[in-house]
């Protein structure tokens, strides 16, 4: 039995009349009543009674008339579906993030994208660089936000820039340095540094050996974190100071202080990574909102 079955034996019953249905189908009337025969031969009953100018359903052909009504509307409603998610009308969008990169950049995002497409579920991961790179691989994200990994780590990736955040240096608020107004890399050398795991998040580390090198000295990281709330908590906590992006004052809020240092870090450059097999319908959507939402932020600081 095939669907093309069900769609004939609907419309004849519908029509009550072999050639009114041959018509509206566009086939010719003798395939259409071979259909509807080859239909009761493999059911093994009538469905119609026919006369010489019209057909009448059977009891039995009443009842499947109506449960062939349904499954070709569940098929309807499964195409329907199906090509929604294909055009990433519906279905779920699985997203990589660093929550205090993109602290600025999500809630915006996410406000935009769900405001276009309501029947997407978002689904947010917060995971480490390894971590996203690594599911972006093998499909368990379709696109992630995140600072920008070595050339090497980006192998089979994509990755777009969306903007620079500059490095700070967070204390908690008692700290002999909270009150300075800047805090030059030596100094910083002399400190117990607090930072990101070097498992997890190896181009922190190399960013800090990088900048330290530039008195030839390097870090004394005193303790090693796997995120930012465990890493602000020790912070605040007086273990050490640490080097965070500005954004992480959105998370710390009045937790830590966050002062400029001198020289300047090289800026982070935060963006979105997918692979190099394109972005699936929804995820280039999503970025599309994380652009604008980017493009608005640096419009309005410019003013």
């Not at 052909?61 to 579906?81: D, I, P």
């Not at 692979?275 to 909102?289: I, Q």
């Amino acid at each position: 039995m095939e669907l093309s079955h069900l769609r004939y034996f609907v419309a004849v019953a519908e029509a009550e009349n072999v050639s009114r249905a041959a018509l509206k189908l566009h086939v010719s009337q003798p395939a259409l009543s071979r259909q509807i025969r080859d239909l009761e031969d493999e059911l093994g009953f009538l469905l119609l009674e026919r006369s010489a100018k019209s057909v009448r359903l059977t009891e039995a052909g009443k009842t499947f008339q109506a449960e062939a009504r349904a499954v070709l509307l569940r098929v309807e409603e499964a195409l329907k579906t199906a090509r929604a998610v294909v055009t990433g009308g519906r279905g779920e969008l699985h997203v990589g993030y660093a929550p205090s990169l993109t602290v600025r950049i999500l809630p915006p995002t996410l406000r935009a994208f769900q405001a276009g497409s309501p029947n997407v579920r978002v689904l947010l991961h917060d995971l480490s660089t390894e971590e996203m790179l690594a599911r972006l691989r093998d499909g368990a994200l379709q696109i992630a936000f995140l600072v920008r990994p070595t050339r090497a780590m980006l192998r089979g990736l994509r990755f777009e820039e969306l903007l620079r955040d500059s490095l700070c240096l967070a204390v908690a608020p008692k700290h002999p340095l909270a009150r300075r107004r800047t805090v030059k890399l030596a100094e910083l050398a002399r400190q117990p540094l607090i930072a990101y795991s070097r498992k997890e998040y190896p181009e922190y580390h190399e960013l800090l050996a990088e900048y330290f090198a530039t008195i030839q000295s390097k870090p004394r990281v005193a303790e090693e974190h796997d995120g930012i709330t465990s890493l602000i908590a020790a912070v605040e906590a007086g273990g050490g100071v640490a080097l965070v992006s500005g954004s992480a004052a959105c998370l710390a809020g009045p937790r830590l202080k966050l002062i400029p240092l001198s020289p300047a870090p090289e800026s982070l450059v935060i963006g979105a990574a997918w692979t190099k097999g394109g972005l699936v319908p929804a995820a280039e959507r999503f970025l599309k909102c994380a652009k604008e939402s980017t493009d608005s932020r640096a419009r309005a600081e410019w003013r």
